[in-house]
């Protein structure tokens, strides 16, 4: 099915409802067949934090200089490095410089990512949507912290990567949630704003992420991470990490909910994870998922 093929189901309040609905979805449609997309309201410091990353000529100084141009990211990205799961030693970093050096390119901009979203959860565009976006970031950083903690436990899987993929595997959700801010009447009938999310979280993402200029890697792992029957050979791959830190953040505490993910998950299976490892493999890895979670905000 084509993204312009794309409908929403009629919802409870009637033929009114049906319609914005239709017209809003008509409205993606229309965004995402024109090619490049941006996140309404998302912070300018994210680009030029991509920008300078993704230069091979830019050494590690002119790094520092764009990330310390916005004192509160730069904290943040200390604050990360000095978490329990990045520092298991113990050893703390003060400045920006060594902090950069421990964490790598990748939590940088998980650093950065999350940054940008706790800034647009102020801004007035979202007025009013503070439970929502609240609730939304918490999973984020959940997932986030979950893949990151997966791949680097039970993977070979990068867990720096683990955990920026993590982060924007709600951003399809988060762009739904500023565009539909336009449409409030959408948000009185959570059937049919939940269906259209659903529906088209994961293929704004994509579209998003490649906007980007993410790598092809967490592009595809997003799109693709909740595809429970996807079946590969050989080693796990960034992937079947994100979706088991999805399925572990969502059903972490619905023991029957995961016996049940287990039996149709095939990323859950090849890691041998049941219902019981689930809850025993998040008991024994707590301090550092929460150290995550804390340093991201």
Excluded at 58 to 84: W, Y
Excluded at 231 to 257: F, K, M, S, Y
Aim: with cysteine; proline share 4%.
């Amino acid at each position: 099915m084509s993204l312009a093929q794309k409908s929403p189901p009629p919802g409870a309040g009637g033929e009114r409802d049906a319609d914005v609905a239709f017209t809003f979805v008509q409205a993606l449609a229309a965004e995402l067949s024109g090619g490049k997309i941006e996140l309404p309201g998302f912070p300018h410091i994210v680009m030029r934090v991509q920008k300078v990353l993704g230069d091979a000529n830019a050494d590690a100084g002119r790094i520092v200089k764009v990330l310390g141009s916005e004192p509160v990211l730069a904290s943040q990205i200390i604050r990360v490095a000095n978490s329990a799961a990045l520092n298991p030693a113990g050893a703390r970093v003060t400045d920006l410089r060594a902090a950069v050096a421990r964490v790598g390119l990748d939590t940088v901009r998980s650093a950065t990512i999350a940054f940008a979203m706790r800034q647009l959860r102020d801004a007035p565009l979202l007025k009013g949507l503070e439970a929502p976006l609240g609730v939304l970031w918490r999973r984020s950083v959940l997932v986030a912290s979950l893949s990151c903690v997966v791949a680097r436990r039970l993977t070979t899987v990068n867990p720096d990567t683990a955990l920026l993929a993590g982060l924007l595997q709600g951003i399809g959700r988060l762009y739904l949630l500023t565009r539909a801010s336009g449409h409030r009447t959408l948000f009185a009938d959570q059937a049919s704003y939940q269906a259209i999310e659903q529906d088209w979280h994961l293929s704004i993402a994509a579209a998003l992420l490649e906007n980007w200029g993410i790598a092809d890697e967490i592009v595809q792992a997003v799109h693709d991470s909740e595809n429970l029957e996807r079946d590969t050979r050989g080693p796990l791959t960034l992937t079947d990490v994100l979706i088991v830190g999805a399925i572990l953040a969502e059903h972490h505490n619905q023991p029957q909910v995961l016996q049940a993910q287990v039996h149709c998950a095939k990323p859950l299976q090849r890691l041998r994870l049941d219902a019981a490892a689930c809850e025993a493999f998040i008991a024994e890895s707590a301090t550092d998922i929460e150290s995550l979670r804390e340093a991201l905000g």
